[in-house]
């Protein structure tokens, strides 16, 4: 079913006024010239913008479904919350499919697959976690050559020609394993090892590489996530570790990013995430935990600036999340917007955006790169959007925050041993997206459906102590004033809904949801190692932990023991619910524009009997929202992330058209299934086309690309 609205004249004026006053400085960085999406997030800068525009307000009521691809054609598949936007480059579709991330090419007007890649069999890849993660590929050239490059769980980096999906010649290295070709891969394993401590003290102890199996267990273990970037002739590859929730174990392997030779495959260069002693950051990892502590992922794709020749991304934490005892000090590159020269890898400069993690807030979102006019001044900007629902924008060249960031104390942990820092930093502009991250649950977040509840919600939380961001757990067997600590934020796990922008106008949007809970109380682990590679996020659901006596290594001293979670009025939160939210900013001015529900409020409050004849304010329904800009329209659909895909989709699915000055939805037509992660768009033959990434394993599309374009 159609649905159409018309716009608004002073919602066109207002757009018209938005895009003069950002277009004389307003340049958009290279991906998306000539109908191409080239990047994950369309241009290298990853604002997920379009220039196309033959699709606007006035028909997207028309659009029909041009094909619909297919990915459990591929073999078993666990990705139905597939988070592989595809590329478009050159009259072809790359993407990825399956656990096994294969590889492949698809005609942009028929849907058909024209080629698939899959790396052959290895032990490697068997014992890599997050298999089905994958979130692309990424194009370069070589001599006029098109060349699909990609890192696989088992972490290798491939070089593919980009007509047959055949490795290169000359390129790389032979991999001394049955099946692999003879040239177009790299073993990335020991150039990530190469001059690490504990493998040089394992191989002085008389261990050898096998290279079937990759790192020992006992050292700790890698995998890729994110695609690698092409920039200036330099494959820059990111990294991906077991999740540190998913075992107790303090050691493993760094996540050094690397830099090869786009047209050879040769290595480059290597930047220590840990710094090492006379490095900048060395004296932020006390007790010499830098010798032993790994992860510092880049779990998130990277965004790049190639006439500045750097690249900008993400990281997360070091090894175990939860406590930081073993690792006490800020922890530098934690949790940081890191910048490096491309051709030297050297840090150009870095902002640590949360310190010394012990929350899971790893930064989940590429930085966007666009060009802003703010007070008059012209500033190359790098933004970056948090889970926490914070916002930090920067000057991409030389780091300066746009406006004032202000460290704030933050409240200290009582578990015995553990650490703290003392402050975070706060920007000060653009607000969050929802304020309940400032300072938690204060009385203007009281849910107040009737006087009644409010009053009852009011006497629930006077036993807590209430804060906001950065609330740490309490010990077990804690006797306190405190039932126990509570805490919020605003933006949630946006790896499956990433924000974007409008380089044009200076636009940016954010999907995001409110949420606040005590953390729980941690409990001493007791020398017992919990290790399972594949352990599933908090709230994903999944296979419990393995629990067996731990050899070799050294466990963590302590782990969340639950007891978490905000007791509810017979099923009624109290704070006031925000689950479905979309919020539009002028980056310009650092200015929230709208914030609108997106979907209607959850049944469970609508049909709550406490509430019957109550007024409900719209809460937004289940899942999150996934979008796309283009000149005219915001493109946006309501999407499922993993916890939710075994939902039955509440309400009916719809690909939207909304008026980027207000969120209003202006035009509508029929999703199959529920979308996921992101959206993209490409010209083709003259003919624009929208892809949505969809999936649900309670529709016939497990894991699809659905194609829309205007009827001939």
């Given at each position: 079913m159609k649905h159409r609205k018309s716009h608004t004249i002073s919602g066109l004026i207002l757009l018209s006024a938005l895009s003069m006053a950002g277009a004389a400085q307003a340049q958009q960085l290279t991906g998306t010239e000539n109908g191409e999406w080239r990047y994950l997030g369309g241009d290298i800068g990853h604002t997920r913008y379009t220039p196309n525009d033959q699709i606007n307000a006035e028909n997207f009521g028309d659009l029909e479904q041009a094909w619909i691809w297919r990915s459990d054609n591929f073999g078993p598949n666990l990705d139905y919350f597939s988070r592989s936007t595809p590329i478009y480059v050159d009259g072809i579709l790359y993407t990825v499919a399956t656990p096994r991330r294969q590889v492949v090419a698809i005609d942009p007007a028929t849907g058909e697959t024209l080629w698939t890649f899959r790396e052959p069999e290895s032990i490697r890849h068997q014992r890599s976690p997050r298999q089905a993660y994958g979130k692309g590929v990424t194009y370069g050239e070589i001599d006029g050559r098109g060349v699909i490059y990609i890192t696989t769980p088992g972490f290798f980096l491939w070089a593919l020609d980009a007509k047959t999906g055949r490795p290169l010649e000359n390129w790389g290295s032979a991999f001394p394993v049955g099946g692999f070709p003879e040239s177009g891969v790299v073993d990335l394993i020991p150039w990530l090892v190469d001059g690490w401590g504990p493998w040089e003290d394992y191989v002085t102890a008389g261990g050898e590489y096998d290279p079937d199996y990759g790192i020992p267990r006992e050292l700790g273990m890698v995998t890729a996530s994110a695609p690698p970037i092409v920039v200036n002739g330099v494959v820059v590859t990111l990294v991906g570790h077991q999740p540190s929730y998913g075992q107790t174990r303090i050691e493993n392997v760094p996540g050094d990013i690397m830099g090869f030779d786009a047209a050879t495959g040769e290595n480059l260069w290597k930047f220590h995430v840990i710094p090492r002693p006379g490095e900048i950051g060395n004296e932020t990892w006390h007790n010499d935990a830098?010798?032993?502590?790994?992860?510092?992922?880049?779990?998130?794709?990277?965004?790049?600036?190639?006439?500045?020749?750097?690249?900008?991304?993400?990281?997360?934490?070091?090894?175990?999340?939860?406590?930081?005892?073993?690792?006490?000090?800020?922890?530098?590159?934690?949790?940081?917007?890191?910048?490096?020269?491309?051709?030297?890898?050297?840090?150009?400069?870095?902002?640590?955006?949360?310190?010394?993690?012990?929350?899971?807030?790893?930064?989940?979102?590429?930085?966007?790169?666009?060009?802003?006019?703010?007070?008059?001044?012209?500033?190359?900007?790098?933004?970056?959007?948090?889970?926490?629902?914070?916002?930090?924008?920067?000057?991409?060249?030389?780091?300066?925050?746009?406006?004032?960031?202000?460290?704030?104390?933050?409240?200290?942990?009582?578990?015995?041993?553990?650490?703290?820092?003392?402050?975070?930093?706060?920007?000060?502009?653009?607000?969050?997206?929802?304020?309940?991250?400032?300072?938690?649950?204060?009385?203007?977040?009281?849910?107040?459906?009737?006087?009644?509840?409010?009053?009852?919600?009011?006497?629930?939380?006077?036993?807590?102590?209430?804060?906001?961001?950065?609330?740490?757990?309490?010990?077990?067997?804690?006797?306190?004033?405190?039932?126990?600590?509570?805490?919020?934020?605003?933006?949630?796990?946006?790896?499956?809904?990433?924000?974007?922008?409008?380089?044009?106008?200076?636009?940016?949007?954010?999907?995001?949801?409110?949420?606040?809970?005590?953390?729980?109380?941690?409990?001493?682990?007791?020398?017992?190692?919990?290790?399972?590679?594949?352990?599933?996020?908090?709230?994903?659901?999944?296979?419990?932990?393995?629990?067996?006596?731990?050899?070799?290594?050294?466990?963590?001293?302590?782990?969340?023991?639950?007891?978490?979670?905000?007791?509810?009025?017979?099923?009624?939160?109290?704070?006031?619910?925000?689950?479905?939210?979309?919020?539009?900013?002028?980056?310009?001015?650092?200015?929230?524009?709208?914030?609108?529900?997106?979907?209607?409020?959850?049944?469970?409050?609508?049909?709550?009997?406490?509430?019957?004849?109550?007024?409900?304010?719209?809460?937004?329904?289940?899942?999150?929202?996934?979008?796309?800009?283009?000149?005219?329209?915001?493109?946006?659909?309501?999407?499922?992330?993993?916890?939710?895909?075994?939902?039955?989709?509440?309400?009916?699915?719809?690909?939207?058209?909304?008026?980027?000055?207000?969120?209003?939805?202006?035009?509508?037509?029929?999703?199959?299934a529920p979308g996921q992660y992101g959206l993209m768009s490409y010209m083709h033959d003259g003919r624009q086309y929208i892809v949505v990434q969809i999936g649900s394993s309670r529709t016939d599309f497990p894991g699809a690309l659905v194609a829309y374009r205007l009827p001939n």
């Amino acid at each position: 079913m159609k649905h159409r609205k018309s716009h608004t004249i002073s919602g066109l004026i207002l757009l018209s006024a938005l895009s003069m006053a950002g277009a004389a400085q307003a340049q958009q960085l290279t991906g998306t010239e000539n109908g191409e999406w080239r990047y994950l997030g369309g241009d290298i800068g990853h604002t997920r913008y379009t220039p196309n525009d033959q699709i606007n307000a006035e028909n997207f009521g028309d659009l029909e479904q041009a094909w619909i691809w297919r990915s459990d054609n591929f073999g078993p598949n666990l990705d139905y919350f597939s988070r592989s936007t595809p590329i478009y480059v050159d009259g072809i579709l790359y993407t990825v499919a399956t656990p096994r991330r294969q590889v492949v090419a698809i005609d942009p007007a028929t849907g058909e697959t024209l080629w698939t890649f899959r790396e052959p069999e290895s032990i490697r890849h068997q014992r890599s976690p997050r298999q089905a993660y994958g979130k692309g590929v990424t194009y370069g050239e070589i001599d006029g050559r098109g060349v699909i490059y990609i890192t696989t769980p088992g972490f290798f980096l491939w070089a593919l020609d980009a007509k047959t999906g055949r490795p290169l010649e000359n390129w790389g290295s032979a991999f001394p394993v049955g099946g692999f070709p003879e040239s177009g891969v790299v073993d990335l394993i020991p150039w990530l090892v190469d001059g690490w401590g504990p493998w040089e003290d394992y191989v002085t102890a008389g261990g050898e590489y096998d290279p079937d199996y990759g790192i020992p267990r006992e050292l700790g273990m890698v995998t890729a996530s994110a695609p690698p970037i092409v920039v200036n002739g330099v494959v820059v590859t990111l990294v991906g570790h077991q999740p540190s929730y998913g075992q107790t174990r303090i050691e493993n392997v760094p996540g050094d990013i690397m830099g090869f030779d786009a047209a050879t495959g040769e290595n480059l260069w290597k930047f220590h995430v840990i710094p090492r002693p006379g490095e900048i950051g060395n004296e932020t990892w006390h007790n010499d935990a830098w010798r032993f502590s790994g992860d510092i992922s880049t779990w998130a794709p990277a965004s790049a600036d190639p006439d500045l020749g750097l690249v900008y991304m993400v990281t997360n934490a070091s090894t175990v999340q939860s406590y930081t005892g073993h690792r006490p000090g800020d922890n530098l590159f934690g949790g940081s917007l890191l910048v490096l020269d491309v051709a030297t890898g050297e840090r150009a400069w870095h902002f640590q955006i949360h310190r010394s993690d012990q929350w899971n807030y790893d930064l989940p979102a590429a930085p966007i790169l666009m060009n802003l006019n703010v007070d008059g001044r012209a500033i190359p900007a790098a933004i970056q959007n948090t889970k926490q629902g914070l916002i930090f924008a920067f000057n991409r060249e030389n780091g300066e925050p746009i406006w004032p960031i202000e460290d704030r104390e933050v409240i200290q942990t009582e578990v015995p041993g553990n650490y703290t820092s003392l402050t975070q930093p706060y920007p000060t502009r653009p607000e969050p997206v929802d304020r309940i991250v400032i300072d938690g649950i204060t009385d203007e977040f009281i849910m107040d459906y009737t006087p009644e509840l409010r009053e009852q919600a009011q006497v629930i939380l006077n036993g807590y102590r209430l804060g906001g961001l950065y609330v740490p757990a309490l010990p077990q067997g804690y006797d306190g004033p405190w039932i126990n600590n509570v805490g919020c934020q605003g933006g949630g796990n946006i790896i499956p809904h990433p924000p974007t922008a409008d380089p044009i106008s200076g636009m940016m949007f954010n999907s995001h949801r409110r949420s606040c809970s005590a953390p729980g109380f941690m409990r001493p682990t007791n020398g017992v190692d919990r290790d399972n590679p594949n352990y599933p996020e908090p709230g994903e659901g999944g296979a419990t932990p393995n629990s067996t006596p731990t050899t070799g290594r050294t466990v963590v001293d302590w782990l969340p023991g639950g007891g978490g979670g905000l007791p509810t009025i017979e099923g009624l939160p109290v704070f006031k619910p925000m689950h479905n939210q979309l919020t539009a900013y002028q980056m310009n001015s650092g200015d929230k524009l709208w914030s609108v529900p997106v979907g209607e409020t959850r049944a469970a409050i609508r049909n709550h009997p406490l509430l019957a004849g109550v007024d409900i304010p719209n809460s937004g329904g289940e899942g999150w929202s996934i979008q796309m800009a283009t000149p005219e329209i915001l493109v946006q659909a309501r999407a499922l992330s993993e916890g939710m895909a075994q939902m039955e989709p509440d309400g009916p699915l719809t690909l939207n058209a909304r008026d980027k000055t207000s969120g209003e939805v202006l035009a509508s037509v029929p999703l199959p299934a529920p979308g996921q992660y992101g959206l993209m768009s490409y010209m083709h033959d003259g003919r624009q086309y929208i892809v949505v990434q969809i999936g649900s394993s309670r529709t016939d599309f497990p894991g699809a690309l659905v194609a829309y374009r205007l009827p001939n």
